[in-house]
């Protein structure tokens, strides 16, 4: 206000002192005038919001206790001196936060307690885990690493075995274990680090991508700032979607092997796909964690002689197979061209596969045949571009949700399947399939027409209007489970869930499906 009163805000502010009323009320009088409709939000949205912030304190405070046991306990001080011998700095175990998990049943579960959060809670936060009926922490005798948002606030854990006897791995105990998949926390979407590197990342337009957290914590130290860690999984869509945000140029360092369908090739696929400049970090059989131990200077020589990965490719097939050979000339092709079909820039990819011509002797004309056969889409279960939400019919799924809708599956095809899920074993799933089981507990009858009431249409939409056979997706939820039982992938999941691996089995056999 340009009069007497000096006032000044936005149009809501306005309105509320104009006509003497709150900030609601505000809302929704504009809201008439312009002619929108204010919608209230939906219960589950309601509970889903409170589930994450109450998360995300839990989180903290797991930090600040592991911070605090690293520092004060003698555990935590040996795992300090370890770290030291390491080559982290006491600067880096301050800026990454890292702590110690005490060798205790339940000390974080205890100390969580004591700030007033219930078991449950805990549970569903993926600190804890359930097995022959007790609970116990998830991390115990181990370095933590904390996993920030791109804000900084601690959403999950790494842990990497430490004892008193030393770094060695307790027997039938995993070297590293993560967080449980949680509201907050997907290892699939999650880079470690890159709330501390986004700004280096976008003054050096490019980013260092590295396997562990250890790596990025000594690629950091060493000076190069936009290093993040994919921490145990592959490059994933909504990794690359992320990154690009902030730069297209990645460098790689990476135990790279192009033969096969591996994980970390699909992921490199998924990038190329996407118009990305990869380069690769080649060294000798260490981890950059190592190299920069030994010599920080042999780092920065390793990261300057860093080459297109295409140039990798090519250097690697040629070094694997005669290319004078007709077999040796064959093998190369099949390597390469699959990787050159997936090169978006159609410029690019003529300059492959003119290098390619020339190096094994063939005419372009043949190579361009072949590559039209080569194999280049992506399953969508296993990649694909995610949309501005981060979801699409294409969108990978994880393996948990996987088993999530498998499990749903079998409850459709089975109703009795129910009973075999525990209460106290509820949390384990994500909030909208927990929603979706406690429709299922209201309506055991699976009467179609009663569910409508129960759930909201968006969750309807997704899981239960699937016009797919119950049968037959009871017979690919069987498929899967039995996978990943052979597998033991998600093994902690899936005995939690208490499915025995013998009537799952029976079941696999009644649709012919050989298990064991």
């Known amino acids: 206000c340009f009069g007497g009163c000096g006032e000044g805000g936005d149009i809501f502010k306005f309105v509320m002192k104009i006509e003497g009323i709150e900030f609601g009320d505000a809302l929704r009088l504009l809201a008439q005038k312009a002619g929108i409709e204010l919608r209230k939000l939906d219960p589950s949205v309601i509970r889903a919001q409170s589930e994450r912030k109450k998360m995300s304190e839990i989180m903290e405070w797991c930090a600040k206790f592991f911070e605090r046991q690293l520092a004060e306990s003698q555990a935590g001080k040996e795992a300090a001196q370890y770290l030291l011998a390491r080559g982290v700095t006491q600067e880096s175990m301050a800026k990454w936060r890292l702590g110690y998990a005490p060798d205790s049943a339940l000390g974080l579960c205890e100390f ?18 359930h097995s022959e009926g007790e609970t116990y922490d998830r991390f115990r005798s181990r370095i933590m690493f904390p996993v920030a948002d791109l804000h900084g606030s601690v959403i999950g854990f790494g842990g990497r075995i430490f004892t008193k006897q030393g770094i060695t791995a307790k027997e039938g105990f995993a070297k590293y274990i993560n967080t449980s998949n949680t509201a907050l926390y997907d290892k699939s979407k999650v880079l470690y680090g890159l709330d501390k590197a986004k700004i280096q990342v976008l003054k050096n ?8 957290y250890m790596d990025a914590i000594m690629v950091s130290q060493a000076g190069n700032e936009n290093v993040v860690a994919v921490s145990g999984t592959a490059l994933t869509p909504w990794h690359l979607k992320v990154l690009k945000r902030y730069t297209e140029n990645l460098l790689l360092s990476f135990d790279m092997d192009i033969a096969g369908d591996t994980a970390t090739r699909r992921g490199i696929d998924l990038a190329l796909q ?4 990869l380069k690769v970090i080649t060294m000798p059989e260490k981890d950059p964690a190592e190299v920069i131990q030994e010599s920080a200077e042999s780092w920065k020589k390793f990261l300057e002689g860093a080459v297109s990965i295409l140039d990798f490719y090519f250097t690697t097939a040629f070094s694997r197979h005669d290319k004078k050979s007709p077999e040796g000339k064959k093998a190369i092709a099949k390597d390469l061209l699959s990787v050159i079909k997936k090169i978006s820039n159609k410029i690019e990819q003529a300059h492959w596969i003119q290098k390619l011509s020339h190096e ?15 194999r280049g889409e992506i399953s969508p279960l296993r990649g694909g571009k995610v949309n501005d939400t981060g979801e699409s019919p294409k969108d990978p799924l994880s393996r948990k949700q996987l088993l999530e809708d498998r499990t749903l599956a079998l409850i459709f095809r089975r109703p009795e399947n129910l009973k075999l899920i525990a209460e106290e074993h509820l949390s384990l799933f994500s909030v909208r399939t927990q929603e979706i089981l406690a429709g299922f507990e209201k309506n055991p009858s699976l009467d179609f027409a009663a569910f409508e009431p129960l759930f909201s249409p968006e969750t309807i ?3 239960i209007k699937t016009g797919e056979p119950m049968d037959k997706a009871g017979a690919y939820a069987l498929q899967e489970i039995g ?7 998600e093994g902690d999941f899936l005995s939690a869930m208490g499915l025995p691996l013998r009537r799952l089995v029976d079941e696999l056999e009644d649709f012919g499906v050989k298990v064991l």
């Open 461 to 463: 939409d997704a899981y």
């Open 112 to 129: 969580l307690e004591g700030k007033g959060y219930t078991r449950d809670e805990i549970g569903r936060s993926g600190m804890l885990v």
């Open 360 to 374: 094994i002797g063939v005419k372009e004309e043949i190579i361009q045949e072949e590559l039209k056969s080569a």
């Open 274 to 277: 996407d118009g990305f400049s």
């Open 483 to 489: 996978a990943v039982l052979i597998d033991k992938i």
């Open 205 to 212: 337009d490019s980013c260092i991508l590295v396997e562990g």
